[in-house]
């Protein structure tokens, strides 16, 4: 054989390997047309619920959001009006990027994270709390500019380590139960564990209204309860990792509608 | 594999008198023949175990002959019939470590401590179950014939 075939015959090869084992590695990865949201898990009355602004609790964050958008504050006294004009246009496709990079932090930040970014930097206000009421309000207020819209987060070099980080997580087995997120997201979804239905854990609807928690919450808080219930020790609040996880859950609903505030049960 | 019980041993060290009655648990082909502990099994007490979505955790995933529980998981086998299908010493070794049986399995392991990452500091080298809790509930789940 030529030295060329040769060459060929190896790289050939080393595809084949490539091919076969991404395949092994994403056997269970959903795909991409077999994605659904949390929202096609529910029952009528819970869909109606998120459907009518009259009806969806999260609204009423979303107008807190509005008035706290508008407020001057900090030592600037500048409002986040200020500088980002009118939300409704500003704002519209914002949630729906985030995590985003931030050159001066050198990595990507969630919608929380930038939102308190904003506030040191350009108001000089304290950070608000995670799962605060004002932080929830304004992450609704934002994240509501992007309903209806396609979830699509830059990846590219500088993203690309978070990613893989953030999928490392989903994948690793953890907790007295000794479980994955993609255990039951990958595998199991669609099966009852008890009487719950599994979903496929994509983060379409953050922050949330969740019956069972009678408030909204961040996904974070959704994260939190899933690691607690794999008897996993959590993340720290505001912990990277959970700004890592978010990002490959939004990179794994890449394409899929925006809806938050969604309701869930 | 020895490595899997290195945590048992030395929890039996450190509180060597209330466990003195404990064997180590011995794999021999797929089961565990020899009891965790002297005192036998008892079924109701298992059965207990079994339903406790706190305790067993069984029922998230299994489903089963327990008409009084509502809500039961549809991750795993139905437990009705196990004591047919499988041996004591079977059914021992899947509750001490499913691992054993199917290293891909998601079924905790409910008497392992080592080879476990994050675990929440509640729970922290801590067993799922006690000896004489996977005793009980092999004893209830030998009671599952049909």
């Known amino acids: ?265 | 594999m020895r490595p899997i019980f290195i945590a048992f041993v030395l929890g039996s060290v450190f509180t060597a008198p209330a466990l003195a009655q404990e064997t180590r648990p011995e794999i021999v082909g797929d089961a565990i023949p020899q009891p965790l502990v002297a005192i036998r099994g008892d079924p109701v007490r298992g059965r207990a175990i079994v339903v406790d979505r706190q305790v067993g955790l069984c029922l998230l995933c299994h489903s089963g002959p327990f008409p009084e529980q509502r809500l039961q998981g549809t991750l795993a086998p139905e437990l009705a019939g196990a004591g047919r299908r499988w041996s004591e010493g079977q059914l021992r070794l899947r509750i001490v470590d499913a691992a054993k049986a199917n290293p891909a399995t998601i079924m905790p392991p409910y008497y392992r401590t080592d080879g476990l990452v994050r675990v929440a500091s509640a729970y922290r080298g801590k067993t799922l179950l006690t000896a004489q809790q996977i005793e009980d509930v092999v004893a209830f789940l030998m009671t599952l014939r049909d």
């Not at chain 1, 459907?51 to 409002?79: C, I, R, Y």
């Not at chain 1, 009006?81 to 985030?98: F, I, N």
Request: with cysteine; hydrophobic share 40%; aromatic share 8%.
């Open chain 1, 1 to 265: 054989m030529s030295r060329q075939a040769l060459m060929r015959l190896a790289h050939f090869s080393l595809a084949v390997l490539l091919v076969a084992f991404g395949f092994a590695a994403s056997a269970t990865e959903i795909p991409l047309s077999e994605r659904k949201s949390g929202y096609e898990f529910m029952g009528p009355q819970s869909r109606a619920m998120q459907d009518d602004d009259t009806a969806n609790p999260g609204m009423l964050s979303v107008f807190d959001g509005e008035a706290l958008w508008n407020a001057k504050t900090g030592a600037t006294n500048q409002s986040c009006a200020g500088c980002h004009g009118d939300a409704t246009q500003s704002m519209k496709g914002a949630a729906a990027r985030y995590p985003a990079f931030n050159a001066s932090r050198g990595r990507p930040l969630d919608l929380e994270g930038q939102i308190n970014l904003c506030r040191a930097d350009r108001q000089q206000a304290s950070p608000f709390a995670y799962e605060s009421r004002e932080l929830l309000a304004l992450t609704a207020y934002v994240a509501r500019q992007s309903r209806g819209m396609p979830i699509e987060p830059t990846i590219d070099a500088r993203t690309q380590p978070f990613l893989d980080a953030g999928r490392a997580i989903f994948d690793l087995r953890q907790g007295q139960l000794n479980l994955s997120c993609a255990q039951c997201h990958d595998d199991q979804w669609g099966q009852r564990l008890a009487g719950t239905v599994i979903p496929q854990g994509h983060p379409t609807g953050y922050p949330q209204y969740r019956l069972e928690w009678q408030s909204l919450g961040s996904l974070q808080r959704r994260l939190r309860n899933c690691l607690v219930g794999m008897r996993a020790e959590p993340y720290a609040v505001g912990a990277p990792e959970y700004v890592d996880l978010t990002l490959f859950l939004m990179w794994r609903a890449r394409g899929m509608k925006f809806e938050a505030p969604a309701v869930r049960p």
